[in-house]
């Protein structure tokens, strides 16, 4: 079966927003897509993996004439690729360049919380250097590190401050996937900017409640990319690392594609489309067969009708791979009538946004959840159906599981380990969630101005046995 719809509510699509930008074809020569390259590690050995990475400032040529101030992580813009290995041990130097205080946020990372989490209780003042520690425990995966500081995580990820983290595993590498990473193994960062006079970005000049939003498509810091296609076989590692716009993904000749991964991980099945949409933060890997077409020919990936990436096609090896009907083992486990139900309202728009009918207090602690223990989370979206928004919820340290939305089955690229979810307005989508590091962590609305206007909340996960407290900082002691 090949899916051809996006699911997610079309009343509900970005377009409909009164602040709505429409994305418009850049003013720019097409360029090579840039493919950030691998960060090294400082130190290696069979079970330690040692890593620095540096939040600094930098400057961009996005288009002809003037370069862009931007921020980055160990380059001018976004930042290098980190690769972890299931089960070793990093070590990682946060160092801030930069001449204000960010944080070092992993997303979609199963490790314990705050401090090595990176959000906003995490901070790294200008011209320190932090130092975390965790052991890499969880399945293959596409994550992502980004800036966190509340509540100005919108405005340093739009300067820059993102990159990919790709966890790698055994299960993963006996898969019949592509690995080159550069080859036809392709990060896809999917963002939008707005240049101001002298190219230069303007946060506040383009702010809105809603989310900011830019004309220009921006692909892992490219401006009208072009990418040159030497295997039959491409794996595209796609992150929708925009502050608020939705990626309505499809190809010319409506050319099919498989998706192969979701935000944590391989999907139990893979999954044939022909149309993706992705919101604020998730993460779709997916395989992309070009044997139909020949050296010369070109492919384009559109959002929506505006095209985002020319894939230029060259000589290559035939390469007829079936994949199997089964990827992954996901764990499912078992719950009971006596599961407790944790619900979770996003409501409003604009300043108004809430999460349980509150704004976000980084002095709070919203809820509590035992470690290892299994609980049902409804997370709720009160917008009406005509005008309201797509909210993406995201906790942080976890993976959890879709169990259903509005009670029916979710969608079927839902059925593997995500840490972020489209909500859809008037709709409940149900959770299965399992904490397995203690910590506080957050729990948000993903599009970051919502995120840094309030829509987020914060939990203990907490081990009875060995109990904690935990500093938390407010905006008085940041
Ligand atoms: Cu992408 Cu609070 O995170
Ligand atoms: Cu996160
Ligand atoms: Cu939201």
Redesign the pocket.
Known sequence: KVYTDYFFDEPAYNVHDGGYVPLKKAAAAPSQLRIPPLLKPDKETRSDTYYTVTAQAGETQFLPGEKTKTWGFGLPFLGKTIIFEKGKSVHINLQNKLSELTTF?W?GLNVSGPIVDG?CHAPVYPAETNKIAFKVDQPAATL?L?A?PCPS?AEQVWKGLAAMVIVKDKAESKLPFPRKYGVDDIPLILQDRKFHAHNQLDYNADYDPDGVQGPTAVINGTVNPYFDVTTQRVRFRILNGANRREWRLHFSDDLQFTQIGSDGGILPEPVAFTHLMLTC?ERAEIIVDFGKYHPGDEVTLYTDDVPLVTFKIHEFEPAEVKLPEHLAEIPNPEVTPDTPIHRVVMSGMDEEVMLDGKKFDMQRIDAKQKIGSVELWDIVNTNQKEGGMVHPY?M?GIQFLVVSRNGHAPYPNEHGFKDTVGVNPRETVRLKVWYDKPGVF?Y?C?IIEH?DGGMMAQIEAYDPKHPQTYKLMDMETL
């Open positions: 946020h997303h959000g992502w980004h966190h995580t933060a995201h942080h957050m948000h993903h995120e």
